[in-house]
């Protein structure tokens, strides 16, 4: 798990031609809004949607969430007019499609020539991204690597399924890299936004793997990933536990002890760390 400090569990996208949405998304209970100027857009109203999240972005109140913008691709798809066309700056800009480091250094190096200071967030999406993910999460600039499933599946030809057999490899690998270079690796969205069953479940596959955050598509899914992400209080007081413990070892200069009958290790007491470091992001681990 990465730590930024600040929390990343859930990761709404909001369409970026819709300036009452962007406000509204502001205001709710997700810990990043993506204000998208992708796929979300219509072609014929990609400079509407510039001007619509140039505006609200230059009026971010200031307890709202972490704000990022998905860009167009570099080139004839639009990404240059982006960042020509924006002038205020989000916390990071989501590079999509990111199939090696050279996508990402591009966008950083339009960046530097403009003096603006945003992240990024590379979207691992399809089978040469998957490939090259190591280099991708080790780009400059990268705060976070974000695992798009839906666009893999479409890249490989496969079938998708609620139990994402078909996509765990890329799955796992996407966090590995992101875990590797100590950056917060970002779970790929659950389509059905009305299944909450399936969104839970989906969301505890990503936290198994090691994932510090999920997309989300609509606001009714952030609460159900937030609570998800977010340490329950036996988690947390295990946690205590073990930390305690471990300090009392090291003071004894013991290598292994022993927390509730159980015999803890190096790998536990990171395991500790890792529940700390979220609940202190959420904001329920009070001290210590």
């Known amino acids: 798990?990465?730590?930024?400090?600040?929390?990343?569990?859930?990761?709404?996208?909001?369409?970026?031609?819709?300036?009452?949405?962007?406000?509204?998304?502001?205001?709710?209970?997700a810990d990043v809004v993506v204000f998208d100027l992708e796929d979300a857009v219509a072609p014929n109203e990609k400079?509407?949607?510039?001007?619509?999240?140039?505006?609200?972005?230059?009026?971010?109140?200031?307890?709202?969430?972490?704000?990022?913008?998905?860009?167009?691709?570099?080139?004839?798809?639009?990404?240059?007019?982006?960042?020509?066309?924006?002038?205020?700056?989000?916390?990071?800009?989501?590079?999509?499609?990111?199939?090696?480091?050279?996508?990402?250094?591009?966008?950083?190096?339009?960046?530097?020539?403009?003096?603006?200071?945003?992240?990024?967030?590379?979207?691992?999406e399809n089978a040469a991204g998957v490939l090259n993910a190591g280099e991708v999460a080790d780009a400059p600039r990268v705060s976070a690597v974000v695992f798009g499933a839906e666009d893999l599946a479409a890249d490989l030809g496969a079938t998708r399924t609620d139990e994402c057999d078909e996509v765990m490899y890329a799955r796992q690998k996407v966090v590995t890299a992101a875990t590797a270079v100590g950056i917060d690796g970002i779970d790929t969205l659950w389509t059905g936004f009305r299944d909450e069953e399936g969104l839970r479940d989906d969301t505890e596959r990503g936290i198994g793997l090691g994932y510090d955050g999920k997309l989300a598509i609509h606001p009714a899914q952030v609460g159900i990933i937030n609570d998800a992400f977010t340490p329950?209080?036996?988690?947390?007081?295990?946690?205590?536990?073990?930390?305690?413990?471990?300090?009392?070892?090291?003071?004894?200069?013991?290598?292994?002890?022993?927390?509730?009958?159980?015999?803890?290790?190096?790998?536990?007491?990171?395991?500790?760390?890792?529940?700390?470091e979220r609940a202190r992001a959420a904001g329920v681990w009070s001290s210590g």
């Open 1 to 29: 798990m990465a730590s930024q400090g600040r929390a990343r569990r859930s990761v709404l996208f909001t369409p970026g031609d819709e300036t009452e949405m962007m406000r509204k998304a502001l205001g709710g209970d």
């Open 47 to 124: 400079d509407t949607a510039r001007e619509a999240v140039d505006d609200v972005l230059g009026d971010v109140p200031e307890d709202a969430p972490e704000v990022w913008v998905r860009l167009n691709p570099l080139g004839d798809e639009g990404g240059s007019d982006d960042l020509d066309g924006i002038d205020a700056e989000p916390s990071c800009f989501v590079v999509p499609k990111a199939e090696c480091a050279d996508d990402v250094e591009r966008v950083a190096e339009a960046l530097g020539e403009d003096g603006n200071g945003a992240g990024l967030v590379p979207i691992v």
């Open 232 to 276: 329950d209080e036996e988690a947390i007081d295990r946690a205590r536990r073990v930390l305690e413990a471990k300090r009392e070892a090291d003071e004894a200069r013991k290598g292994v002890f022993e927390v509730d009958g159980e015999m803890v290790d190096a790998p536990l007491v990171e395991q500790a760390r890792t529940v700390r």
